[in-house]
């Protein structure tokens, strides 16, 4: 028989050994899970790589006939016309145009359904707002931009003070924006009301015990505490703007012009891409090359967006136990 002493010792010495985190068989679903997930992470940079390489090899034909420093300085843009002027800034600033007045409407809009879904909406009326805001998410960019062609436009127009001299034209970067506002207040409101969500009750109940209101918590407490999730949405936002190409084709016109003013017509990055690439120009030509080189500078703003959201986003995140 054994004694009592040694059934002790057994059970003590099973206790000093550490728990093993390891299965006693091997789990041939998470490898299965662990694979995949990894194809998926290096599709995503083969296709970025790809990407880049096919910008690249165009791109470099059209330097050895333009001078890098006239392409990103001139102030002309007639790569179709007699005399040829390669100069991106115009179409540079009409991005920006349409960027600018875009944030102008969706940075309040979204921000302000945020903090509403976060901080004063009903747990129903909650359920039912935000699928309905991320539904504006999947509607074509086309339908937007006949929106904004065939509504925002004459709207505009109609209600525009004579003070201010004449109206929108009929292609003008106010109704693109305005348009492209509507398009990205989806991305901010949503993005920014998660990061709200995620903020600790305990911070808004120290806050209301020490006498706050809602509005004074909802911006002195859970804004500030949010907002690395806040920026990172307006970044995001402001990539997707750039990107944008239906809309400013429809409503912002094809007038490569430094004016970037709400009235005027002008003429994004993505609306020449989309204009050019449509099968007219001779491939080969310096024209073709044009496409890649507006898309190579295109697609480096994008990644400077990209890497400016990460460093906020680490500048301003706070963890919390």
Known sequence: MVSRDTLTAAHLDRQDQPPRLQASSPRYGEKIIK????????????????????????????????????????????????????????????????????????????????????????????????PILEVLEGVPTVAFGFFAFSFITPLLQQLWPGFLGGGPNIFNAGAAGLAIGLLIVPIIASISHDAMSAVPQGLRSGAYAMGAGRARVSLRVVFPAALSGIVAAIVLGVSRAIGETMVVLMAAGNSPNLDITFTESIQAMTAYIGVT????????????????????????????????SIRLVRRYRQVYE
């Open 35 to 130: 694979a995949v997930l990894a194809i998926c992470a290096a599709l995503s940079v083969a296709t970025t790589a790809a990407i880049v390489v096919s910008l690249v090899g165009p791109a470099l034909q059209f330097f050895e006939t333009v001078a890098p420093f006239d392409f990103l300085f001139g102030t002309q843009w007639s790569p179709s016309f007699t005399p040829q002027s390669f100069g991106v800034l115009p179409l540079v600033a009409g991005t920006v145009s349409v960027v600018l007045w875009g944030l102008l409407a969706a940075i309040p809009l979204g921000l302000g359904a945020a903090i509403y879904l976060s901080e004063y909406a009903p747990v129903r009326v909650r359920k039912v707002i935000k």
């Open 277 to 308: 690439a449509t099968g007219d120009i001779a491939t080969g030509t310096i024209e073709y090359d044009t496409i890649f080189a507006v898309g190579l500078l295109l697609f480096v703003m994008t990644l400077a967006m990209t890497a400016i």
